[in-house]
């Protein structure tokens, strides 16, 4: 059986293998962010890290490169962190009171605002975008962070797993909270909230990945260089993709775009992995 | 399911889902009503007038060999991606579960890819694959392969369909695991008690029980691979050489952005929009059995 007598290393070969796939195109990444344009130009490129590691991921985050003109990737990193953020708690601040209010009440056209949340599953903003960028134009959102987050913001998955969740808080606790003279109000704070954590956490962590890698909303709605994100930025260091581009820089933006949404999901991984399979079950 | 405590008063909820409600009409019901009028109507080069044309951009597009071709593309490329994102992600799994030293290192690291944008993973594939200085790129030279995906098609849909699969290694790793492990193991004991052999046990037992998995990460794989690798397409490609990597998304943003035609890319995004109705219905519909079954 599992792990034991012949064949037993054929599991770990074979994640081995898998590992090494996973990971080469990022070793390869780091390896190049810490090498000269000449060393990578001088194909085949080596495997062995440079001596220029610091000072490509210096020169890339303060004055990034020609096609970025001047503008660093540090700041492309702050217009992306503030994204991130801002589309993840913005979704995870409107989702809880409109599940709490489905959940929790009786109302008319209940199951009318229910649905009409629900079918935004099915209008990604990539089917809608150039009708959602003259909603965005004529509102004068274009480069502005609301142009930016709103449409991203109202999502149906968040309001689902909060709903999912809610209906699983026993009866009880709300007859006490009630019994106590707890309103409704009262009771979302102190006892349905602190109830939530773990599954705030874990769609924090979806979200604020989700958020970081948004791409052709971005690109499309904000046109100033000091709104550049770094996923949008690194195209403009490529340009034509000849000889020309300062790879080492490239590579090691690409390593730094790669470094938050990474850090955010293993500082978290308990509730992200209980928070993406748990709605699905 | 219902809740059988609940608070009174109606002004209340309301409030409650004032904001979701507001972003949702201005910015999702909008443009969708938006896109569906647009797609019938057409506008003059100056945007002056607009007229009604009933179907008549559909049947552009459907009459266009452009479209035809994207649709053939983007057919090609979800389906490949999906498949091999699935397979090697799959077999990790199946290993992941047999394995006790190690585990949660494995898990940690093959995971990686689900938090790297798809534009990153663009760009990553494109440095190793460059025809004159790409660790793999030049490797494919030196044996004799004429590797340029800047000029061959097949070749650079081959790039952008093996980036695009990487990136979602570890979310379907993820998924197949979480299935693995809910299969009990006595199952699979008495199996091999009965004298099952190890590929008999896995084709017998565990591939019929993960089956539901399996539709629901196919769903999944296909809907990123239609809606979620523009990023890829931009960085690797631009949709070239020619549109032999233009995908549907890539060509409702470049018919509308660049070529500024808004009635024959809101009739595209209509159609786009059926196509994500319909991949939805398919998963809920199967959502639904699996809670029933299981």
Known sequence: MAGSGRGAWIPHATLLAGLALVLFPIYVAFVASSLSLGDILAAPMTLAPGPHLFANFREALVSGTLGTSGQGVARMMANSLVMAMLIAIGKIVISLPSAYAVVFFRFPLRRLCFWAIFVTLMLPVEVRIIPTYKVAADLKLIDTHAGLVLPLVASATATLLFRQFFLTIPDELAEAAKLDGAGPWRFFIWIVIPLSRTNIAALFVILFIYGWNQYLWPLLVTDSPGMTTIVIGIRQMIGTGDAQTAWPLVMATALLAILPPVVVMLTMQRWFVAGLIEPEK | ?294
């Open chain 2, 1 to 294: 399911m219902e809740r059988r405590v609940i608070f009174s008063g109606r002004l209340f909820p309301i409030l409650l889902l004032t904001p979701q409600l507001i972003v949702t009409i201005v910015f999702f019901f909008w443009p969708a009503a938006q896109a569906l009028r647009q797609s019938v109507e057409r506008q003059d080069a100056f945007g002056l007038s607009t007229e009604f044309v009933g179907a008549a951009n559909f049947a552009g597009i459907f009459a266009d060999p452009a479209y035809l071709a994207s649709v053939e593309v983007s057919f090609v490329f979800s389906v490949a991606v999906a498949v091999l994102a699935l397979m090697p992600s799959l077999l990790l799994a199946v290993m992941a579960d047999r394995v006790v030293r190690g585990a949660n290192l494995y898990k940690t690291l093959l995971v990686l890819p689900y938090a790297i944008a798809p534009a990153i993973a663009g760009v990553l594939w494109l440095f190793l694959f460059n025809p004159s200085f790409g660790i793999v790129g030049s490797l494919l030279r030196r044996v004799g392969i004429d590797w340029n995906y800047l000029l061959d098609a097949r070749q650079a849909l081959l790039l952008v369909i093996l980036a695009a699969a990487w990136k979602q290694i570890g979310y379907n790793f993820l998924f197949f695991l979480a299935g693995l492990q809910a299969i009990p193991k006595s199952l699979i004991e008495a199996a091999a008690l009965d004298g099952a052999s190890a590929s008999r046990r896995f084709w017998r037992i565990v591939f019929p029980l993960l089956a539901p998995t399996s539709f629901f990460l196919l769903v999944v794989n296909i809907v990123y691979a239609f809606f979620d690798t523009f990023g890829v397409i931009q960085n690797v490609t631009q949709g070239g050489p020619g549109q032999a990597t233009q995908i549907l998304v890539y060509k409702v943003w470049y018919d509308g952005v660049a070529g500024l035609d808004l009635g024959g890319s809101a009739a595209q995004s209509v159609i786009l929009m059926a196509i994500v109705i319909a991949l939805t219905a398919i998963q809920f519909r199967f959502v639904e059995r699996r809670v029933h079954y299981g």
